[in-house]
């Protein structure tokens, strides 16, 4: 049974440029769920994605987009990136039908130069 | 907005020790709550969850203790053993909406 995989493992990007980070959750889930993690912190929720609509949506700017595909698997997006925007993003998977238990990804290691 | 957090962001114990790693959380609407452990390098690691209309849940070595009226989570780690180092969160939701709000994380070091 695959738990959530993501991709990259590491991506180093510079000013201004566009990054997406992809995620499949596990299988069986439905639901997906971003996550931005800050060195030192806890994570941060971006938004969430269940049959291909964006369902709830944290306090992030629109430089941050997402999509889900027919296939429960979802891409991350951000534009115009800035130094703040380094970071780990890590994905969640979960069943809607399930309860609230979110099973993560190893996330990708984003770093803006 | 309310946030969950954390009483200590390190925590030093021997091995063997019960570890205790406390949270206290401000939104009074959370019905749901979950520690999470992540190692260096990884992602979030499920531990155990809890319910509001419980008040204790067990699994293998750990407890978790929620307090409603002061608005107090903690886990229990019993026999700690070093694989047990990381930084543990605590993280809250409400309404079955799945967004999850996370603590800043304790770090928890077992010493031989």
């Known amino acids: 049974d695959a738990g959530v995989t993501q991709s990259p493992t590491h991506l180093i990007k510079t000013r201004g440029q566009q990054v997406t980070l992809r995620c499949s959750p596990k299988?069986?889930?439905?639901?997906v769920s971003w996550y931005q993690q800050a060195l030192g912190q806890g994570p941060q929720f971006i938004f969430q994605?269940?049959?291909?609509?964006?369902?709830q949506r944290g306090n992030f700017p629109d430089r941050f987009s997402g999509h889900q595909f027919p296939n429960y698997s979802s891409e991350l997006n951000v534009n115009a990136l800035l130094l703040g925007d380094s970071a780990l993003y890590l994905c969640?998977?979960?069943?809607?039908?399930?309860?609230?238990?979110?099973?993560f990804g190893p996330g990708t290691r984003l770093t803006v130069l | 907005g309310e946030s969950v957090g954390l009483h200590l962001p390190t925590l030093s114990v021997q091995e063997g020790d019960n570890s205790i790693i406390n949270c206290a959380y401000s939104?009074?609407?959370?019905?749901?709550f979950i520690w999470y452990k992540q190692e260096s390098g990884k992602g979030p690691q499920f531990i155990i969850d809890?319910?509001?209309n419980m008040d204790k849940r067990q699994g293998q070595r750990v407890t978790v203790l929620l307090n409603k009226t002061v608005k107090h989570l903690s886990l229990q780690i019993a026999a700690t053993q070093p694989g047990d180092s990381a930084v543990y969160f605590c993280?809250?939701?409400w309404g079955g909406g799945n967004k999850l709000t996370f603590g800043t994380g304790t770090q928890l070091k077992v010493e031989l």
């Open positions: 969640a998977s979960s069943l809607v039908t399930g309860g609230d238990e979110q099973f």
């Open positions: 299988s069986g889930h439905d639901t």
């Open positions: 994605y269940y049959e291909e609509e964006e369902r």
């Open positions: 939104n009074s609407a959370s019905d749901y």
């Open positions: 809890i319910r509001s």
């Open positions: 993280a809250d939701s």
